[in-house]
């Protein structure tokens, strides 16, 4: 709420930080769709790789609780396509919960889709 409502991404940031030091799943996909929106691949590919297990129940979690709290601000989505011409991803795909990454054909193509998905 503090990142999502109020703006204050510092401290909301460290709310996350802190719910992630215990285990919180829903914390975990969070910060590391925050992190791939501005660009930190690296670090947000390691979240999201924690959860990526249970990345379903992650997605219907969170999406359920920003759609009651996210008010006034929005990922800087910032989501690259493809650079690979062979790639199968499912592009024009809506969101489905039981979404199927396996055509993706890259850990970097998997979590750049997840992040679109989750933004659009």
């Known amino acids: ?4 409502c ?3 991404k510092e401290e909301g940031e460290e709310y996350l930080r802190n719910a992630i030091k215990r ?3 829903g914390s975990i996909y969070a910060m590391g769709l925050i992190l791939i929106s501005e660009g930190k691949y690296s670090e947000g590919k390691e979240h999201m790789e924690r ?4 990345l379903s129940s992650c997605r219907s ?3 359920w609780v920003l759609r009651k709290i996210w008010v ?8 690259e396509k493809c650079e690979n ?7 024009m795909m809506g969101w ?5 990454y396996s055509r993706c054909c890259s850990t970097k193509c998997k979590w750049t889709w997840e992040l679109k998905e989750f933004c659009f």
């Not at 709420?1 to 999502?4: A, E, L, R």
């Not at 959860?51 to 249970?54: A, P, R």
């Open 1 to 4: 709420m503090t990142i999502f």
């Open 6 to 8: 109020s703006g204050k």
């Open 23 to 25: 285990g919180h799943p």
């Open 51 to 54: 959860i990526d297990h249970n």
């Open 61 to 63: 979690i969170t999406k």
């Open 72 to 79: 006034n601000q929005k990922l800087p989505c910032k989501v």
């Open 85 to 91: 011409s062979k790639c199968q991803s499912p592009r």
């Open 96 to 100: 489905d919960e039981a979404k199927d």
